[in-house]
């Protein structure tokens, strides 16, 4: 099973930052928080990771409570083209960790 | 730079068949797991191939199974199908030593009639 929760849908205004939510209470301190997203009919697509420390990269940030019991993704400016499927996995930062996919949030971005 | 290639994009295939399905990872990669996709759900996990060895594996039926070759690419077949089988199948690459996250592939979308 997934060990992350995370709104089932959200609904976002071109232009304006989205806010994605993920729950990982049972997180260990080797694990860490990945986001990966799915458009529809593609694969998934990294976006970001971290461990404890916030993350920018130039597709979205990713802030991590101090507990590292939740997280947040933040698409600053989301366009009608970030219109897709996120996962939040939590996972061993190994390239040949696994990882375990939960339903995700289906973000709609909106005119 | 080459992403995650998979072949073929659909296809369909009757109940109790055999199908193969395949895999070429990211250039510098040299790992690579399968993912299932049934409609509606997240990709759940099948086995994972490196060294030309199975290294991990989901819960998922003896009827799977896969092979890696010497470079790299990647092969998935699957015996006596169901129509449970139905699904997109995803391909994912990565490099064993790092850590910066898998590169997945479009998928071969699967029907099973």
């Known amino acids: 099973d997934a060990k992350t929760t995370q709104p089932t849908s959200m609904d976002c205004a071109e232009g304006r930052a989205a806010n994605l939510p993920c729950n990982h209470s049972t997180i260990s301190g080797n694990e860490y928080v990945y986001w990966y997203r799915q458009i529809h009919s593609q694969g998934p697509q990294y976006i970001i990771h971290g461990l404890k420390n916030n993350e920018t990269n130039e597709m979205a940030s990713l802030i991590i409570t101090e507990d590292r019991k939740s997280s947040t993704l933040i698409l600053p400016h989301a366009t009608l083209r970030d219109t897709a499927v996120y996962y939040c996995i939590v996972s061993y930062n190994s390239g040949y960790s696994t990882l375990t996919f939960g339903k995700g949030t289906m973000l709609l971005v909106s005119p | 730079d080459a992403g995650v290639t998979q072949s073929p994009t659909h296809l369909i295939k009757t109940r109790g068949q055999q199908v193969t399905l395949r895999c070429s990872p990211k250039?510098?990669?040299?790992?690579v797991s399968w993912y299932q996709q049934a409609l509606g759900q997240g990709p759940q996990f099948i086995f994972q191939y490196y060294e030309e060895e199975e290294r991990q594996r989901g819960n998922f039926p003896d009827r799977f199974s896969g092979h890696q070759f010497p470079n790299y690419s990647s092969e998935l077949n699957v015996n006596a199908l169901l129509l449970g089988d139905s699904a997109l199948y995803l391909c994912a690459s990565s490099l064993a030593s790092a850590g910066n996250g898998y590169t997945f592939g479009s998928g071969t979308r699967l029907t099973v009639v």
């Open positions: 250039s510098g990669h040299d790992t």
